[in-house]
């Protein structure tokens, strides 16, 4: 994923996030794909867009940021086939499944 633009112009060491993001920006900062981020939005679980002007709307870094912080913590392990050869195995191990011979 691409960096967060800087803001801070040629002020070496202030590198600022964007106070407002696009939708693109902010699906991709929230690793989700826009079509799900939309949904997210009409559904109030993202905040809403701002205007910035007559023909553009972005988002607010720090209400994504918020928005991202109060999502419910997650019960659900990594499926099997995710990860390397170790974290598979500590996948079948919490989820109390025997690791195979051999892998």
């Given amino acids: ?26 699906a991709a900062a929230l690793t989700l794909s826009l079509p799900t981020f939309m949904r997210a939005v009409r559904e109030g679980r993202m905040p809403p867009p701002r205007q910035i ?17 109060a999502l419910p913590a997650s019960t659900l392990l990594p499926p099997p086939n995710a990860g390397n050869r170790r974290g598979k195995k500590l996948v079948q191990r919490l989820r109390g499944e025997g690791a195979t011979q051999g892998s």
């Fill in 1 to 26: 994923m691409e960096s967060v633009k800087s803001v801070a112009g040629d002020r070496p060491g202030r590198a600022l996030p964007p106070l407002l993001v696009t939708r693109e920006e902010a």
């Fill in 53 to 69: 002007s007559p023909n553009r709307v972005g988002w607010l870094w720090c209400e994504l940021e918020a928005a991202a912080a």
